[in-house]
């Protein structure tokens, strides 16, 4: 298993590109299945998780054909297995969204249900009983969750919780169902709105994305088109809370800042100078510790969820004491445990940890448990004192690309150790 060795103690400067959006790229690959001629999606980051949706798509029979210069194409049309294998869902619990779509465009679907995750029950129950409205018939055999209709027929749809996920299943499979579909208490998240962007130019009929009230107009078919995958805003934020905790100055160009504002809020709380242009946004740190900094995570508008740990890791160093809620998910404080290992001052009560910010962390070897944890051990491994391994790396591959090569851009002094 490959890690990373970081050894801490430089000023980051520089600038870097963000990759295209990993949790938008994922639920637009799926959607591809909507389609009834070939697809091209560009800006898709190079990750595990993508990987394995070209495998999950690769297995159904459908035609995935990359070119570097012009992007994906994706073929549904020899669609032969409309089926997601307990061997690919329990590796990412994103599969799941292949069951809208293959439902809608061709009646039927089986998708093993997805097991526990370590950061949370994180249940589907949302999805199968949104489904159920729209008219499937879903059973759960062997594991597997069983979904059949003839058409799905449009329905209002209020959402128990505001689930990412579950408004981009739902979404997608109204796009092909008899009628109206009214999706309330949807999620607001900008992947969401990219996903709606993307059926849209492949002729779906949808108003009110990005709200909390989503309307979709069944149509009869979906075409093929070229589109490009919004900028991931959680890899932008790591890199500039990377910035702010070395006090340094770091540019993400190819970014969307209007994706990031309560991150944004944060960083100038923390003491860093944010300057934003259309598609770039810069930290500067000055030079200076940061200081700490209270959130709450909530859906988005709000403060996300992805973010928390790497704020975390900025109040292990700051000065001062921040409060970190986590509302979204039970048991997302895996970190804390390795932080701690490296000295950090932090106290779990509930869904809150309380950070006491020390003026320096010392390098340990540390273990990533999931892929944000992971970010924020990385984060820590660049303001620790000495050589900082982070083991289990693979976790990190599934949402950061080429994270090394990118913070050594910025002057990190970090390598992959193969394992
Ligand atoms: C997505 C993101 C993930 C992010 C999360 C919250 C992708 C691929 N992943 O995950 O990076 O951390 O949103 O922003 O986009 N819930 C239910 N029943 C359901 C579905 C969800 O109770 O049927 C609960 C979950 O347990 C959780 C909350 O709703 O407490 C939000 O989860 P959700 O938004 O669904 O997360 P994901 O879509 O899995």
């Known amino acids: 298993m490959d890690k990373l060795s970081i050894t801490g103690g430089v000023r980051l400067a520089g600038d870097i590109r963000a990759s295209g959006a990993k949790n938008a790229a994922l639920p637009i690959l799926a959607g591809t299945l909507l389609a009834s001629t070939p697809v ?85 129950d949302i999805h199968v009983a949104g489904l159920r409205q729209m008219g499937a018939e879903i059973d759960v055999e062997k594991g597997d969750i069983v979904a059949r209709c003839k058409r799905l027929r449009g329905a209002t749809v209020v959402m128990e919780t505001v689930t990412v996920t579950g408004t981009e299943n739902l979404l997608m499979a109204a796009t092909l169902a008899n009628g109206r579909t009214v999706l309330k208490n949807a999620a607001r998240e900008p992947e969401v709105l990219d996903l709606a962007n993307f059926l849209i130019a492949m002729g779906a009929r949808i108003e009110g994305a990005g709200t909390d009230t989503i309307v979709i107009d069944g ?11 919004l900028p991931d ?17 770091v540019r993400v160009r ?6 990031l504002e309560a991150v944004l809020e944060k960083l100038e709380a923390s003491g860093a100078q944010v300057t934003t242009g259309e598609d770039w946004v810069e930290v500067d740190g000055g030079g200076r510790r940061p200081r700490a900094v209270s959130l709450t995570t909530a859906p988005h508008p709000g403060f996300p969820t992805d973010m928390q740990a790497q704020f975390t890791a900025l109040n292990a160093i700051a000065e001062g004491t921040g409060v970190i809620e986590e509302t979204i998910f039970e048991n997302r404080f895996m970190h804390v445990l390795e932080l701690q290992r490296m000295g950090a001052d932090i106290r779990i009560d509930g869904n809150k940890a309380t950070v006491h910010g020390k003026a320096f962390l010392t390098a ?41 090569e990118k913070l050594a851009h910025l002057g990190a002094r970090i390598s992959r150790v193969p394992g």
Not at 88 to 110: D, F, N, Q
């Open 40 to 124: 091209r999606v560009s800006n898709v980051p190079h990750l595990r998780d993508v990987t394995t949706t070209f495998e999950l798509l690769g297995k159904m029979g459908v035609r995935v054909t990359m070119d570097e210069r012009m992007g994906i194409e994706v073929d549904p049309r020899p669609i032969h297995d409309l089926c997601a294998p307990y061997e690919l869902v329990k590796t990412m619990r994103a599969s799941i969204l292949v069951l809208g779509p293959l439902l809608s465009r061709y009646g039927e679907a089986r998708v093993s249900l997805p097991g526990g995750c370590a950061i949370g029950a994180r249940p589907v």
């Open 219 to 229: 149509v009869a078919q979906l075409e093929g088109v070229d589109y490009a995958v």
């Open 233 to 249: 805003r959680i890899e932008t934020g790591t890199y500039l809370v990377a910035g702010a905790m070395t006090g340094g100055r």
């Open 254 to 259: 190819e970014a969307r800042p209007t994706d």
């Open 364 to 404: 340990a070897p540390v273990m990533a448990t999931d892929l944000r944890a992971s970010a924020s051990l990385v984060l820590a491994g660049l303001v620790a004192r000495g050589d900082t391994l982070v083991d289990r790396i693979y976790h990190v591959d599934r949402g950061y690309e080429q994270i090394e």
